[in-house]
Nanobody, 123 residues
Framework: QVQLVESGGALVQVGDSLRLSCAVS????????MAWFRQAPGKEREFVAA????????TLANSVKGRFTISRDNAKNTVYLQMNSLKPEDTAVYYC????????????????WGQGTQVTVSS
């Protein structure tokens, strides 16, 4: 079993930066591709970013390219989402997810999820 715990969510202002963290325990972290998804009120959960096992390949949603960065530290069993130039439309609950071996854009492909952390961007 894999356990994921997100942290770092907060209420921030437009243009601010925030870094989310997701601590993973239970299995060999380096065998799991990791991703961040988000869900805004009244909307479906959407893909934000994904990172390969080694961290060498990252994928970002078009809506966050140039502003967000995903990274991982396999020694610390942690994945990060650095969010810069935040906009009101980034307001959502952000979820960390793990999938054995390969990344995917689709939330249905991820078997392990954290509880989510709230990010609110105020104008």
């Amino acid at each position: 079993q894999v356990q994921l715990v997100e942290s770092g969510g907060a209420l921030v202002q437009v243009g601010d930066s925030l870094r989310l963290s997701c601590a993973v325990s239970g299995r060999t972290f380096s065998r799991y591709a990791m991703a961040w998804f988000r869900q805004a009120p009244g909307k479906e959960r959407e893909f934000v970013a994904a990172i390969s096992l080694s961290g060498g390949t990252t994928t970002l949603a078009n809506s966050v390219k140039g502003r967000f960065t995903i990274s991982r530290d396999n020694a610390k069993n942690t994945v990060y989402l650095q969010m810069n130039s935040l906009k009101p439309e980034d307001t959502a609950v952000y979820y960390c997810a793990a999938r054995f071996a390969t990344t995917s854009y689709f939330d249905k492909d991820y078997g392990y999820w954290g509880q989510g952390t709230q990010v609110t961007v105020s104008s």
